[in-house]
């Protein structure tokens, strides 16, 4: 499951970058809203894709709070999901 949590977040990391440095600035610069709704509901789906997975390893692999709040906040910040993988193995 850890290897599918990976893909997941390198997905989200890569979906969120497109949102917010490419469809954001397109809708707020140009008035076309097209790619922020055509890249939207897929970052919105590997997001809770990545907390349910994120939920369900923390108790498999017994993470502590501190790991699991990392894990979690790595979500919210751009390029932050990228780093997840070496955060894990770092903690192993």
């Known amino acids: 499951m850890i290897n599918i949590f990976k893909i997941v977040s390198f997905l989200e990391g890569v ?3 497109l949102l917010l440095f490419i469809a954001s600035p397109i809708k707020h610069f140009y008035g076309d809203p097209s790619y922020v ?7 919105g789906v590997l997001f809770v894709a990545y907390i349910a997975l994120a939920i369900l390893l923390k108790t498999e ?3 502590n709070n501190k790991t699991f709040g990392i894990v979690c906040l790595l979500s919210l910040i751009p390029f932050g999901t990228f780093f997840v993988g070496k955060y894990l193995k770092k903690e192993e």
């Open 37 to 43: 709704r055509l890249l939207g509901m897929p970052h």
């Open 15 to 17: 979906s969120y970058i």
């Open 61 to 63: 692999l017994k993470w």
